[in-house]
């Protein structure tokens, strides 16, 4: 059967009251697969979602952390802290951590090796820009990211990665990225992975796309064969919208 992950990253956006009432609509929603839910929020969130959610199987996840266990890094949030709440997942490489905060491979990666220790799920994300994708090297972009960020890791780990699909060529920029285009990217990981590490870590993986996943094309990407789920923005704030994606996932089932 096919597995599906269904995130809703809710970026810098939410309050705590506001995190609570989200939980507690979503545990009044009959959900069929809860363990393919998850909530990702802000820090100030966490506890909040952890508790109000606890018993469920709906996995709550971190948007960043940092490599290193502790130390003098002002606004930074160790793996420790965050296996002290028992968070189940974490982002990692994000376009808008590459982009705004300077994210690199060598650093997504040393954050990969740091929550695999830890055994919190990453949901690495990899795509390529507007640039990039009209000169035609969208794939040897994205390789080269999945490359680098998965040095030095075994199939073991890798395994335990979900990796998320941004074509950030299709974020703000007036442009959509067509199933077919998803599917195509989604299936040349799927591919590379199989090359790297063998086709059972390859077809065991959880490979979602992230380009604005919402109710009127959930459906659609969600049956192409490569893209096991979506990493959801603007659409999980709501939870209305989230549970419209996730059923599209759940009828497939």
């Not at 065991?204 to 990493?231: F, R, T, V, W």
């Amino acid at each position: 059967m096919k597995k599906f992950l269904i995130a809703g990253n809710w970026k810098m956006n939410k309050s705590i009251a506001e995190a609570k009432l989200f939980a507690d609509q979503l545990k009044g929603e009959r959900i069929a697969h809860p363990e393919q839910l998850a909530v990702i929020a802000p820090f100030t969130q966490l506890e909040t979602l952890k508790r109000e959610l606890d018993g469920t199987g709906i996995k709550v996840g971190a948007q960043n952390v940092h490599f290193e266990k502790s130390g003098a890094y002002t606004g930074e949030i160790s793996v420790p802290m965050l296996k002290e709440l028992d968070i189940d997942l974490c982002i990692v490489g994000h376009s808008e951590r590459r982009e705004y905060f300077a994210e690199t491979d060598s650093t997504v990666n040393m954050k990969l090796n740091a929550l695999l220790n830890a055994g919190i799920t990453p949901i690495l994300c990899v795509g390529e820009s507007l640039e990039i994708r009209e000169t035609g090297n969208a794939m040897l972009f994205v390789s080269g990211q999945i490359t680098e960020d998965l040095d030095g890791l075994t199939p073991a780990e890798v395994e335990q990665i979900v990796i998320a699909y941004e074509p950030i060529w299709a974020i703000g920029t007036g442009k959509t990225a067509t199933p077919d285009q998803a599917e195509e990217m989604c299936g040349f990981i799927r591919g590379m992975i199989e090359g790297m590490y063998g086709r059972e870590t390859a077809e065991g993986m959880i490979i979602q796309y992230g380009g604005s996943m919402k109710p009127s094309n959930a459906d659609e990407l969600l049956k192409k064969p490569d893209i096991n789920g979506g990493l959801i923005g603007g659409a999980s704030l709501e939870v209305g919208t989230f549970m419209e994606i996730a059923k599209a996932a759940f009828k497939l089932q």
